[in-house]
């Protein structure tokens, strides 16, 4: 049986120590800027096609909302324990065994969190194309003939993600305080311009059709009320995004907790003001057939100008939300090699900047290396039940923990114990049984990818191994 040694990553090293810099609104700033990005201006069309009603349209959001916040106070409780940097791997870690914390930074580095940095990278190349066509998806700037008659194309979408990966790395190289304060910059005009989207919104006057009833509120049923909780619950995914970051703030058992709690709950009344805002521009029926749908809703409300203003601040959120994607995975890979189970260059802090800077730059090389590669979309989607399997596994690691480890300092509790938690996993269960369902091929070369990381364990934990023996 795994047994924690419960010494904190920084005091297994010579290295220096991480820089505690952040407060409970850094915390707040970084849960909202890693959930908000581009699905709150599509995936309305999604839960539309599902729950034809407005009042079920934002039952949906609103469940999937509490969903999330269930997920936050679950968290907040693991965060409250565990004030080292590396959020879900030390959670897995000590609950379970170094084995399934390895696990999960194997596909987080190699898939998950740099396949999310390459689709958002590529993501704001896109829309930045619409201000500067050079760097449009359509807009060919190299290629590169492959074996068998293929050819590789390099276009200027793909160049302007590079730039946006290398530049933000970089700001985040030279201090956790810069980058943080500049993600948070990017935040708050977000809030900002989707607070006076919105409030612009609800007082021009509704559109002729728009928010009328039928005849219940859910008039497809439950199933079809779960395939567009799906598509919500992905919106909302991020939230956890500040937990990697505890062992870099000033009081992180109290300062965790409250930021993800905070945060969540901002991006949640956000989201449920955009999605009143659609519902006052476009019937139901129109909504559930226009993919971009803040984009139309827009141009609904406001005219011309509105569509050229939504493609500003979807440009504008998606650099936001790549910033703070940026910012904490490396945090996670960094315990994983003083743990001696990754690279060992990546468990170094930068003895000036106090930052994780070689987990930074690997993970900037292999994001810019995804990005260019055109296949991150497809990489995505194997693991993407895997996202959700992590988080039901955290989601116990809050009962296994209060039983394993009951000495162990919460300042927080998670409220209505073990429910709330309960709840949490099986929502998730839920998204791992319908996406395997959905997607057994995918999935399945997802599971292949997770077994690979089996003799990777090994060979890391057997190099650790000999490592310590010559070192007696």
């Not at 729950?51 to 936050?72: E, F, Q, S, Y």
């Not at 940026?326 to 260059?345: H, V």
């Not at 996406?435 to 090994?458: D, H, N, R, V």
């Amino acid at each position: 049986m795994w047994h924690s040694s419960r010494v904190p990553n920084a005091q297994r090293t010579e290295d220096a120590p991480l820089e505690r810099a952040l407060s409970t609104t850094d915390a707040t700033l970084v849960t909202v800027g890693a959930t908000l990005g581009t699905g709150i201006f599509l995936t309305t069309a999604a839960v539309a096609q599902s729950a034809p009603d407005p009042r079920g349209i934002l039952l949906l959001w609103l469940c999937g909302g509490l969903l999330a916040l269930a997920g936050a106070l679950t968290y907040a409780e693991l965060g409250s324990m565990f004030t080292e940097a590396g959020g879900q791997y030390v959670y897995l870690k000590e609950a379970y065994g170094p084995l399934v914390g390895f696990l999960f930074g194997w596909a987080s580095f190699f898939i998950i969190m740099t396949g999310g940095v390459a689709v958002l990278a590529v993501g704001f190349g896109e829309y930045l194309g619409g201000f500067l066509p050079f760097f449009s998806s359509t807009h060919p700037l190299w290629s590169v003939p492959l074996p068998g008659g293929a050819v590789w194309t390099a276009t200027g979408a793909q160049l302007a993600g590079a730039i946006a990966i290398v530049g933000l790395t970089a700001v985040n190289y030279v201090g956790v305080v810069a980058g943080t304060r500049f993600q948070n910059v990017v935040t708050a005009a977000k809030i900002l311009a989707l607070v006076a989207l919105g409030g612009a919104g609800l007082f021009l006057r509704a559109r002729p059709g728009t928010f009328v009833q039928g005849p219940s509120i859910l008039p497809m049923g439950l199933a079809a009320a779960g395939v567009g909780m799906i598509a919500v619950q992905w919106t909302y995914d991020g939230w956890y995004g500040a937990t990697f970051m505890a062992g870099e703030m000033k009081d992180p058992a109290r300062s965790l907790p409250r930021g993800i709690i905070t945060g969540t709950a901002i991006v949640t009344a956000l989201y449920l003001l955009m999605n009143v805002v659609y519902l006052r521009a476009l019937p139901v029926a129109e909504l559930a057939r226009t993919p971009r749908v803040a984009e139309a809703s827009a141009l609904a409300l406001f005219g011309a100008a509105g569509g050229r203003m939504i493609s500003a601040l979807v440009l504008v959120t998606i650099f936001g939300c790549l910033a703070s994607t940026i910012l904490y995975p490396p945090r996670i890979y960094m315990p994983m090699s003083r743990d001696g189970l990754f690279f060992a260059a990546l468990g170094r802090v930068h003895p000036v900047y106090r930052t994780p800077a070689a987990s930074l730059v690997a993970q900037g090389i292999w994001g810019v290396a995804l990005t260019f590669s055109g296949t991150y979309e497809q990489l995505y989607t194997y693991v993407i039940f895997a996202v959700f399997l992590f988080h039901a596994a955290t989601g116990l690691a809050v009962i296994v923990l209060r039983r394993r480890l009951p000495d162990v300092p919460r300042k927080f509790r998670v409220p209505a114990y073990p429910w709330i938690p309960l709840l949490f996993v099986g929502a998730c269960l839920l998204l791992v049984a319908n996406t395997f369902l959905e997607k057994p091929l995918e999935s399945g070369i997802g599971l292949g990818f997770l077994a690979i990381g089996i003799p990777a364990y090994l060979f890391w934990r057997r190099r650790s191994f000999v490592r310590v023996r010559e070192t007696r």
